[in-house]
């Protein structure tokens, strides 16, 4: 592993950092308080900058400029297409400034630049060019109703929309949130991650140079207990939409309904099966299985490779030139909500899979992730190392088998060796929790309907995981596994179009696709009396 480089000698990304004030009202203020708190580089852990800390007062601030947007316009009265126009402008600036949001990404949260340069602003400017497309076909239906009436529903904004986002994806997240509820003409206060205030800054200052009218997107950083909770409970705020941890989840529902009970959607944790069947082809389901579980979100290029049915086994040198080294199936570390980190592989084909799923961690290369060959960064902070770390302890102390990996790598920045354990059972603590690391469990199954069982005995339900070649196996899991996603054949296959969102305490709600903008709607029911009811 390479992270001894990193610590002496870190790349200095290319970006300076211009916005690190709270954006209220189209003006970056600093907080009421004053206060400032640092922002981290995940590589060494030192100080990239301060930023104005949010608290209470602040998002009362922001929520009043929001209401004030909302009441008094111009956003939700403005026509949809206005809307739409401004939202596919700001795309269009974004990709202007990926190169320096990429870099600022990677610099914040650790995963790799290829990633954000790659991956994640294309799919950001993908994303806000879908709900742009969305905003001017919004529409109700007219309702044949008995009796002499005529019916009509108008599908209006909610109105002000509080957001909470994680540090796993922060432009990501961003654009899951802000997208549909700007397209249906809602106005933000939106709470980022404590980790990883600096991009949603960056992209809402684009947003304003796009022409969005001041007050529809506030953003506040800060903390969860102190601005988090505010926002929840705020009496002003009329829909909370949140991603994080499920503990969390729980939490903000409870203020919600506490105060003035606005509805609230939830994206939480999971802990997702990946499902191996005898008749798989091992060393693609190896391969799948390792994107499943270490990388959050598989490039472009795997995924039409997964979809077609190739997969490099060595990283797939750039054609071209990227901006430090070339492009590789590589990713970050586990850290995503949808991780297939149970994964369950038929006895007959268990010992080649774990051998081989060992010897692909031990291939993955760990270090700087502004660096070219690496597929593996840091994790994001001390918590979540330290976190990650004691659940390798209990698996060990649990007595599953440990294949590779289990320690930390280096003293400086929170670098994780990549960790396969074996002959994990379903009581384990590493098979029922969500580690958010690079931590592989495998475990053995014997028939169909045992595996169904297994995989459905957790409390979440975000996604699953199903190899098989046979027609059968696979749309017999579609139907049974209790996830909102099954991807049968493929991994992280993620598009603006196709929904995601949780069963069980993964969640309520879902985010992309049409249905997310039910999310940011009202429906009102209108009913006139007809003068002639025999027309
Ligand atoms: P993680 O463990 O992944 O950091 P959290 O659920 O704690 O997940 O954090 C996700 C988001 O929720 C962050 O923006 C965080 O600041 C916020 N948050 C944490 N605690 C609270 C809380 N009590 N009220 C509102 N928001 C919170």
Redesign the pocket.
């Known amino acids: 592993y390479s992270t001894a480089a990193v610590v002496e000698n870190p790349i200095i990304p290319p970006v300076d950092v211009k916005y690190s004030k709270l954006l209220i009202d189209g003006q970056f203020v600093d907080s009421a308080s004053g206060k400032t708190f640092a922002t981290y580089d995940p590589r060494t852990g030192d100080v990239i900058t301060h930023v104005a800390e949010g608290d209470a007062e602040d998002i009362n601030r922001a929520v009043t400029a929001a209401r004030k947007a909302f009441d008094e316009g111009p956003w939700p009265k403005m026509s949809a297409y206005e809307r739409s126009r401004i939202l596919f402008k700001f795309a269009d600036l974004v990709e202007k400034h990926s190169e320096e949001l990429a870099a600022l990404e990677t610099w914040n949260s650790g995963k790799l630049f290829r990633q954000a340069a790659k991956d994640e602003i294309p799919m950001f400017v993908r994303l806000f060019r879908y709900y742009a497309g969305w905003a001017d076909k919004i529409h109700g239906l007219t309702v044949p109703a008995d009796g002499p009436h005529h019916v009509q529903t108008l599908h209006e904004p909610i109105g002000v929309a509080g957001q909470?986002?994680?540090?796993?994806f922060p432009l990501i997240m961003f654009v899951w949130k802000v997208g549909p509820a700007l397209a249906c003409g809602n106005t933000i206060v939106l709470?980022?991650?404590?980790?990883t205030p600096l991009t949603a800054l960056y992209a809402g200052k684009l947003l304003h140079e796009a022409g969005l009218p001041p007050g529809v997107l506030n953003i506040v950083s800060?903390?969860?207990?102190t601005?988090?909770?505010a926002?929840?409970s705020h009496m002003d705020v009329d829909k909370l939409a949140?991603?994080?941890?499920t503990?969390?989840?729980k939490?903000?529902l409870e203020?919600a309904a506490k105060s003035n009970l606005k509805p609230v959607t939830l994206e939480l944790g999971g802990k997702s099966p990946f499902i191996v069947f005898a008749d798989a082809d091992i060393d693609r389901a190896v391969e799948l299985a390792h994107f499943a579980l270490f990388f959050n979100q598989v490039s472009s290029v795997i995924i039409l490779s997964l979809v077609i049915g190739f997969i490099p086994q060595k990283p797939d040198v750039a054609k071209e030139p990227l901006f430090y080294g070339s492009r590789t199936p590589s990713n970050e570390e586990g850290q995503c909500c949808c991780a297939g980190s149970r994964t369950y592989v038929h006895e007959s084909v268990y010992d080649e899979f774990v051998e081989k799923a060992a010897a692909r961690a031990r291939r993955r290369t760990v270090g700087d992730p502004f660096k070219e060959d690496i597929e593996q960064g840091p994790q994001i902070d001390p918590?979540?190392f330290e976190k990650i770390l004691r659940y390798i302890k209990s698996g060990i102390e649990s007595n599953a088998k440990l294949e590779c990996g289990g320690d930390k790598i280096g003293s400086k920045g929170y670098f994780i060796q990549p960790t396969v354990f074996s002959d994990v059972k379903d009581d384990m603590l590493i098979a029922q929790d969500e580690i958010?690391g690079p931590v592989q469990s495998i475990l053995k199954f014997r028939d169909l309907d045992e595996v169904i069982r297994r995989a459905n005995s957790t409390r979440y339900g975000l996604a699953s995981g199903v190899f098989t070649k046979n027609i059968d196996t696979a749309n017999t899991l579609s139907r049974a596994l209790r996830a909102g996603t099954v991807w049968v054949n493929c991994f992280d296959v993620f598009d603006a179009a196709i929904p995601f969102g949780g069963y069980k305490m993964s969640g309520i709600g879902r985010e992309k696709g049409v249905y997310s903008l039910d999310n940011y709607l009202q429906v009102k029911a209108v009913v006139t009396p007809l003068k002639d009811p025999a027309w």
Do not use: D, H, Y
């Not at 800060?222 to 207990?225: A, D, N, Q, T």
């Open positions: 909470i986002i994680p540090w796993n709470k980022t991650a404590e980790q800060g903390f969860g207990p601005a988090g909770a926002l929840a949140f991603t994080g941890s503990e969390t989840g939490t903000v203020l918590e979540q958010f």
